[in-house]
């Protein structure tokens, strides 16, 4: 008998085979967007005492904020009335700044490198439920950079 088709055998093999392939590209996906994340918020936290330290040493106003522009997210220092650096956020994150539960517009650094504004930086996956806060204290000005958590 000639027959034509897949037998039971054969189906459940390669469905078990496409599952395997795909946990684990799944997993390594997951595993590189937890870094790339932790790296970002890293950047923001640099960033961040950077402005500290250059709003005491310049005497003068430093404040992190950011914007939208043509569908792209994007953080920026502005000092002494003039941006001075700006960077795009990665499409796949959200930025949000908050104070005492409370959406808020940028963190600012005064000359005695205390915030006038402080808060956290909220970094959120778009697709994934990931978020890493950091959190900058009054009065201090002490940068915390949590760990990533699931939410």
Not at 77 to 89: D, S
Not at 91 to 119: C, W
Request: net charge positive; proline share 3%.
């Amino acid at each position: 008998m000639n027959k034509k088709g897949f037998t039971l055998i054969e189906m459940v093999t390669v469905i078990a085979i496409i599952s395997i392939v795909s946990m684990i590209f799944a997993g390594g996906y997951t595993y590189q967007t937890r870094q790339e994340m932790k790296r970002f918020a890293e950047h923001i936290g640099e960033t961040i005492q950077v402005m500290q330290q250059k709003a005491s040493i310049e005497n003068a106003t430093y404040a992190l904020s950011k914007g939208v522009e043509k569908d792209k997210n994007y953080m920026e220092v502005i000092g002494k009335r003039a941006r001075i650096l700006q960077y795009e956020v990665p499409s796949q994150f959200n930025v949000e700044f908050k104070r005492d539960s409370v959406d808020a517009s940028k963190i600012e650094f005064a000359q005695d490198m205390s915030p006038s504004y402080a808060g956290t930086i909220i970094v959120k996956h778009r697709y994934l439920p990931y978020q890493i806060r950091i959190t900058v204290r009054p009065v201090t000005g002490l940068v915390t950079i949590y760990p990533l958590e699931e939410i």
